[in-house]
């Protein structure tokens, strides 16, 4: 079975503090793909970055950083020096080739607080 | 570049009363097409997906329909409403199961 755990409900960072978000999966998929999104309080999902199972390499942009690691199946969220910008709930999410055709699986979220 | 609108943005109903909420996508062809529900304060739960005109899958079965008439049309429907449909509908599209997903603005809806 496909699952997506965010064991952090929330998480409360002071701005410029630096904030790593978890995200673990489990899949008996070979071909996978991971993904990151945004919530602002708007409610709009915003997608942040996609991830094949066979691309371990960490990937950063701007003050965010993705940490991939296929031995602890863990897909990790970095942000440097936060903003309050940030504030907002970040969903991780999976699917794979056997997941059942065309639906991801998301985590259920971790929200960020970022105080000024 | 591609779009996709939801409305209404906001609806209050009265429990048994009819729904119809609206996803458009503008940009593109074929996408696949979503709906999610949001309750508060919890993830995402996929309701419906598509892959062309005509073609649903349900997720959850329930007092909810979903039906896509035209290629980048998506409609969320309900002959009648349950207290516990209120919550955050998303709709959104892909280009491939496999690529990511980009969400319409939502639509939250208040049954009473």
């Known amino acids: 079975a496909q699952k997506v755990t965010q064991a952090q409900t929330e998480i409360s960072v002071v701005e410029k503090e630096d904030v790593t978000l978890d995200c673990v999966y489990e899949?008996?998929?070979?071909?996978?793909?991971l993904f990151w999104y945004k919530q602002p309080p708007s409610g709009e999902l915003v997608f942040l970055i996609r991830?094949?199972?066979?691309?371990?390499q960490n990937e950063i942009s701007g003050r965010y950083s993705w940490n991939f690691q296929k031995s602890t199946s863990s897909f990790n969220f970095t942000i440097t020096a936060s903003q309050v910008v940030d504030s907002a709930v970040y969903f991780c999410?999976?699917?794979?080739?056997?997941?059942?055709?065309?639906?991801?699986?998301f985590g259920t979220g971790t929200r960020l607080k970022v105080l000024a | 570049s591609q779009t996709i609108h939801q409305w209404p943005a906001t609806l209050v109903q009265p429990v048994g009363s009819p729904l119809s909420l609206e996803c458009t996508v503008e940009?593109?062809?074929?996408?696949?097409l979503y709906w999610y529900r949001q309750a508060a304060g919890r993830g995402l739960q996929l309701l419906f997906y598509?892959?062309?005109?005509?073609?649903i899958s349900s997720e959850v079965p329930q007092n909810l329909s979903a039906s896509r008439p035209q290629d980048r049309q998506f409609i969320l429907s309900s002959k009648k409403l349950l207290l516990s449909d209120s919550g955050f509908y998303l709709c959104?599209?892909?280009?491939?199961?496999?690529?990511?997903?980009?969400f319409g603005p939502g639509t939250r809806l208040t049954v009473l």
């Open positions: 959104a599209w892909s280009h491939t199961s496999w690529n990511e997903q980009f």
């Open positions: 899949t008996r998929d070979t071909t996978y793909y």
């Open positions: 991830r094949n199972s066979f691309d371990e």
């Open positions: 999410a999976l699917t794979g080739t056997t997941s059942g055709t065309y639906k991801y699986i």
């Open positions: 940009g593109t062809s074929n996408p696949n």
């Open positions: 598509s892959v062309g005109i005509g073609q």
